[in-house]
C-alpha cells in the first residue's frame, strides 16, 4: 500500500489490542446515513514510474517558451545550491517551529532572513514572510490602519501605478473592514503617479499612501517626494518594491527626509522559481516603533538556561494562536520554504552580486528597448527611467501579435488593454539577467516579421511554429 | 555562529553573478542605491556548509516520529516534489497564454475535480494560499452570499471554543462579531447552547469535523439543520480531514463551505511554516462567490475562468492562482493514492491514533475523552503528573525531544487542562508507535524517581530551554554590525 508500512501481522495485532474485528469498526461514531460510496472523480492509484510519465507529458505539452513577460513574477538565475539544500528534508518536510529546541535550524535561519531583508530594505524590522506580495500589500494596508494614530480615516491611496492583481487582491481582503481604496490616477506622459492628482489630496485624511518602486509600468517614480507628502498629510508611506531592484536602487528605509513607514513586496526575485505564479513569499519590514502592529511570524534572538544563544518565535501575543480574535491577522502558515530559498540565495549572492544580477538586468531592458523600439509600429509608452521592464505601443492589434509570437514560441509581453484601456495597444516587456543578446535578437527578429506582416495584410498573422 | 559572523569583504560566490557589473545608465543617480546592502560576503562553500548544518539542528518528518496533533506530519512522498520541480513546469510563467498551458491546466482542473468528489461539494477553488486564507475566502464567501439577498442583519458567527485561533481572527477579519459556544464533557458541541445564540443575527458558524478534541460531532446532522433554519451557513475547516477521507464528506454532513489543507491531508510538505494551499470548496448557493481564478474545461480544452467569466466572485486572494507548485505536488500525491489509497489514508490514520491511544491509557496516561473513539487523533491529559509531580505537558513534550521524538501538539485546546494532542498519521509504523508508548512510559518513570530530570529537559538538543520572556523583553530581531 503506497505510504503505508502496515503487514497483516500489524494489522491483526493492532486491532486486537483495540479490541474490534475490522480497521472499519473504528468508524463506528460516525452516523451510517452520513458514509460515503465509492468516489467517483477519482481514478485508480497509479505508480511512481507511471504518474512520472503522466508529468512528464503535460511539461511536454506547456513547452519551454522563450520568456519576456514579467508583470510581477521574473525568471532569475536560481543557484544550483538554493534549492538543494532548501528541499533537504529538515527544511522540507519539518513544521512550523514552535518547539523552539527542535527548530534551530529553520529559526536561525528565519533571524538570518530578517537581517537580510533589513539590511536590503534599509528599515528596522522585518517579519518571517507573508503569502505573497499582493496579498502581503493587503496585510500592510490592514497594518497601516491599525498604526496610523494621527488618522481617523480607514481611507488608503493607492497610485493606480500599482500592479493591478495587486489593487484587487487587497480590495478582496480589506473590503469587509470597511477600508476605502482611492484610486490615484497616472501621467500618461510619464507613467509616474499624476502629480496634480496627488496634490489634491493635501490636506485630506488618509491612513496610508502605497507607493511603488518600480510600478507596474517598470517606471522609477519620484518617491521621495511621494514619502514626504505622505509624512506632510499625516499619511504613513507603504513602501511596494521589487526586492533585487533595491540593490541598486534607494532603498524604503532612505525614501525623503524620514523613510518608508512599511516597505512590502513580492519576494520571487530571490530564489522563487516562476512556477505558474507560486509559491511565492511576501516579505515586510516597518520601523521599529511599529513592529507589535506587524502581522506574521517573528523570531527574536535569546538565550537558554545556559545562557548560551538561541532563536524563538516572539511577539506571539499579536497572533490568532494566542490573541484569537484580536490578533493583528488571521495568519498562521506563511511561506517558510520559500524564505529559507530567499535566504540561501541572498547568501550566495550577496549585496554586490545582487546588484550585479539588478544590473544586468537593466542593461537588457536597455538593449531589448533599443531593438524592438527599431521596428515599425513600435514604440516607447513613456519617458520616464525603467528598471527592468517597460511599456510598448504597437501600431496592431496587441492581442494578435502577442498570440503570433507566442505561436513562435516568444511569451512577447503582457497586454495591458484589460486593465489600462487608455493605454490603447500597450504591453509590457521585460528582459532579466538571463535574457541574452541571442534571446533578445530572436524576439526582435520574430516580432519585425510579424509586424511587418501585419501591415501588409490584415491582422491576424496566421501562426507558423518553429 | 551567524552566516554573517562568517563574512569577509570581498569574498563571494563568484560563479553565482556576471563577472562585469553592467552601468545603470538609464537610472538618474539620485534614485539609486549608494552602498550595496550589506549581506553576508561569504563563498559557494560556506553558504552549503553552513546551510547544511543548520539543517541538521530541525526535527522534520524525514528523520523523527513527529505526532503533531491537528497537523497531519505524515510522510511527504519525494515523487510530488521532483515532479513539481521538472523544469518545464518550474519555468511555467503566471500569465503564459492558454496555448502553453493546457498541461498545467489539465492538472488543475483535474485536482479540483477530484477535491469536489473527496468533499462532497459543488465546485472548488484552488487559489486560497493556506488555510488561514481558505478560512478567510469561505467566511468572504458566506459575507457575499447574505449580502446578494440583502440580508444585512446578519453580524454574528459561530466558534465553539475548541476551534483553532484562526477561526476567530478570521471571522474578525471578515467583518463579523464572535460567539463562542461550550464544549460538551463526551466532545460534542453543546447543542442547547448553540440553539440559544442562534437567530437573525447567526450569518454562520465555523465547525471542524472531526473537531480539535479528536472526535466525530455526532449531532452535525442535527447541528446543520438548525443553523440553515435560522439562515445562517456552515462552515468547514479542513484541518481534520485526513480521519474521514473516502469514509464520509463534508457536503453529505450539510456544510455549505470547506477549506482543506492540503499541506496535511494531500501530503505537501510543511517547509517549516509554508508554503500550504487551502482550496475552498462550496456548495451550490455559494458557486457565484469562490474566488477567482479556477480553471475551467469546455470539453476540448482547459481555461481559466477569471471575474469575467465570475462577476459575483468575492475576487482575488493573491496576485495570480495561489501556491501552484503546491498544488502540483498535491495533485501527483493525489494520482500516486487513487481512490483506494484514500480510503486508505483515513482507516490506517484512525488505525494508528487507535492503537496509540490505547496503548497509552494501558501504561496509565489519562484519555481526555475515554469513552470515545479516537479518529485520526486524540488527547492525553497529564493534569494528574502537574498536580501531583509538578511535571506538566510542557516538561514532557521537552523531555520527549531528548528521545528523539518530537512532541505532540502540547495546551492544545485550551479547554483540556495540561493536554497532549497526539496524532500518529498513517504512514507511521506499528514499532515507530510501541517506541513512543515506551518513551512516555520512561518520561513518567522520571518525573516520579527523578522530576529534575523533566523538569529541565531538553539535555541533548543544540539548545535548552529558552527564554521566551527576555526574547520579547528584550528584543532582538536582525543582526547588527558589531554584533
Known sequence: MPFIPHTEDDVRHMLSAIGVERIDDLFDEIPPELRAGELQSVPEGMSEMEVTGLMHMRAREDGQPLCFVGAGAYEHHIPAAVWQITTRGEYYSAYTPYQAEASQGTLQLLYEYQSMMTALMAMDVSNASLYDGASGLAEAVLMAVRANRKSKSRRILMPRT???????????????????????????????????????????????????????????????????????????????????????????????????????????????????????????????????????????????????????????????????????????????????????????????????????????????????????????????PVFHETVLKLAAPAADILRSLAAHNVLGGYRLSDDYPELGDAILVCATELRNAVDINEYATKLARIMATCAQVECPVEPKFN | MLIFEQSRGGRRAFAQAPAQKAELSGIPETMQRKQPPALPEVSEMQTVRHYTRLSQKNFSIDTEFYPLGSCTMKYNPRACNALAMLPAILGRHPHAPDSHSQGFLACMYELQEMLKDVTGMRQVSLVPAAGAQGEFAGVAMIRAYHESRSDD????????????????????????????????????????????????????????????????????????????????????????????????????????????????????????????????????????????????????????????????????????????????????????????????????????????????????????????????????????????????????????????????????????????????????????????VDAMAQIQAEAEDSPDRVKTAPHSLPVRRLDDVRAARELDLRWQAGD
Open chain 1, 162 to 384: 500599482l500592479h493591478p492583481a495587486y489593487r484587487k487582491t487587497v480590495r478582496t481582503i480589506v473590503r469587509n473592514q470597511g477600508i476605502e481604496l482611492v484610486e490615484l490616477p497616472f501621467d500618461l506622459r510619464t507613467g509616474k503617479t499624476d502629480p496634480n492628482a496627488l496634490q489634491a489630496h493635501a490636506g485630506e485624511d488618509f491612513a496610508a499612501l502605497a507607493i511603488p518602486q518600480p510600478n507596474f509600468f517598470g517606471v522609477l517614480d519620484d518617491v521621495d517626494a511621494l514619502t514626504d507628502f505622505a509624512h506632510a498629510n499625516g499619511m504613513l508611506a507603504i513602501a511596494v518594491v521589487n526586492p533585487l531592484a533595491m540593490a541598486v536602487l534607494k532603498p524604503p528605509g532612505e525614501w525623503g527626509d524620514a523613510g518608508a513607514d512599511i516597505a512590502c513586496g513580492e519576494g520571487q526575485p530571490l530564489g522563487a522559481p516562476l512556477a505558474s505564479g507560486g509559491p511565492y513569499f511576501g516579505f515586510m519590514c516597518c520601523k521599529q516603533a511599529m513592529v507589535r502592529q506587524m502581522p506574521g511570524r517573528i523570531i527574536g534572538k535569546t538565550v537558554d538556561l545556559d545562557g548560551k544563544t538561541g532563536y524563538a518565535l516572539t511577539l506571539q501575543a499579536r497572533e490568532q494562536h494566542i490573541r484569537r480574535s484580536k490578533a493583528t491577522s488571521n495568519i498562521c502558515t506563511n511561506q517558510g520554504l520559500l524564505v529559507t530559498a530567499a535566504t540561501i540565495h541572498m547568501a550566495l549572492l550577496g549585496g554586490e552580486g545582487l546588484a550585479r544580477v539588478a544590473a544586468a538586468c537593466h542593461a537588457n531592458t536597455t538593449t531589448l528597448i533599443e531593438r524592438l523600439t527599431e521596428i515599425q509600429g513600435v514604440e516607447r509608452g513613456f519617458d520616464s
Open chain 2, 153 to 436: 442583519a446578519r453580524t454574528e458567527i459561530i466558534v465553539p471554543d475548541a476551534a483553532h485561533g484562526t477561526n476567530p481572527a478570521t471571522a474578525v477579519m471578515c467583518g463579523y462579531k464572535v460567539r463562542e459556544i461550550p464544549t460538551l464533557d463526551d466532545g460534542d458541541v453543546d447543542v442547547e447552547a448553540l440553539k440559544h445564540v442562534l437567530g437573525p443575527q447567526t450569518a454562520g458558524i465555523m465547525l471542524t469535523n472531526p473537531s480539535t478534541v479528536g472526535v466525530f460531532e455526532r449531532r452535525i446532522t442535527e447541528i446543520a439543520a438548525l443553523v440553515h433554519e435560522a439562515g445562517g451557513l456552515l462552515y468547514y475547516d479542513g484541518a481534520n480531514l485526513n480521519a474521514i477521507l473516502g469514509k464520509v464528506r463534508p457536503g453529505d454532513m450539510g456544510f455549505d463551505v470547506i477549506h482543506m489543507n492540503l499541506h496535511k491531508t494531500f501530503s505537501t510538505p510543511h517547509g517549516g511554516g509554508g508554503p500550504g494551499a487551502g482550496p475552498v470548496g462550496v456548495s451550490e448557493r455559494l458557486v457565484p462567490f469562490l474566488p477567482v481564478p479556477m480553471v475551467g474545461f469546455d470539453g476540448h480544452d482547459y481555461h481559466w475562468l477569471t471575474e469575467k467569466e465570475c462577476p459575483q466572485t468575492i475576487g482575488k486572494l493573491s496576485a495570480f492562482a495561489g501556491n501552484a507548485g503546491v498544488l502540483i505536488r498535491a495533485y501527483v500525491y493525489a494520482r500516486l493514492l487513487g481512490r483506494e489509497g484514500m480510503v486508505r489514508v483515513s482507516e490506517y490514520a484512525t488505525l494508528n491514533a487507535n492503537y496509540l491511544a490505547k496503548r497509552l491509557s494501558d501504561e496509565g496516561f489519562a484519555l481526555a475523552y475515554p469513552a470515545r473513539r479516537a479518529t485520526h487523533e486524540f488527547i492525553v491529559t497529564l493534569k494528574k503528573q502537574a498536580k501531583e509531580l509538578e511535571v506538566t505537558a510542557m516538561d514532557f513534550a521537552k523531555r520527549l525531544l531528548d528521545y528523539g521524538y518530537h512532541a505532540p501538539t502540547t495546551y492544545f485546546p485550551l479547554l483540556v487542562p495540561e493536554c497532549f494532542l497526539i496524532e500518529p498519521t498513517e504512514s507511521e509504523a506499528l514499532h515507530e508507535l510501541d517506541g513512543f
